[in-house]
Structure formats: C-alpha cells, structure tokens
C-alpha cells in the first residue's frame, strides 16, 4: 500500500502530510504525559523530538514545493 500511494501523491505532498502528523502526534505527547513515568525516556521529551522531526519534514514539503521538486531519487 506504501508503494501505491508513493504513486499517487507528489513528494511535497507526502512530506507536508506526513510532518504535520508527525508533529501534531509530538505536540500531544508534549501537552498530556507530563506525569507518566516510563523507564528509558520521559514522554514530554519523546513529544518535543517529534516536534522537531515533523517541523524539519514540514519545512522540506515547503521548499521541494516552492522549487518545484516531484521527482524521485
């Protein structure tokens, strides 16, 4: 199914999508599990790394999309 929509939707597109999701999923965590406690890292941490990966991914959508940038590599 990955290989399908890859097709189907342009790689700006897929990667305006996939870091806004990404964000927003690390935008929850960041907000609402300030008081779970888990062995290996804090949730509150896992949120803001995902911010971060899902800001990087939304501002790679915005510049391939500037420039024009849909083909594969």
């Known amino acids: 199914m990955s290989g399908t929509m890859g097709r189907m939707v342009s790689r ?18 960041w907000l609402f599990t300030d008081g779970v406690e888990t062995p290996v890292v804090t949730l509150t941490k896992v949120g803001v790394v995902m911010m971060c990966v899902g800001g990087v991914l939304v501002a790679t959508g915005l510049y391939q999309a500037a420039r024009g940038t ?4």
């Open 70 to 73: 849909t083909r594969d590599r």
């Open 12 to 29: 700006p597109t897929r990667n305006l999508v996939e870091g806004t999701v990404t964000f927003v999923i690390g935008l929850v965590l």
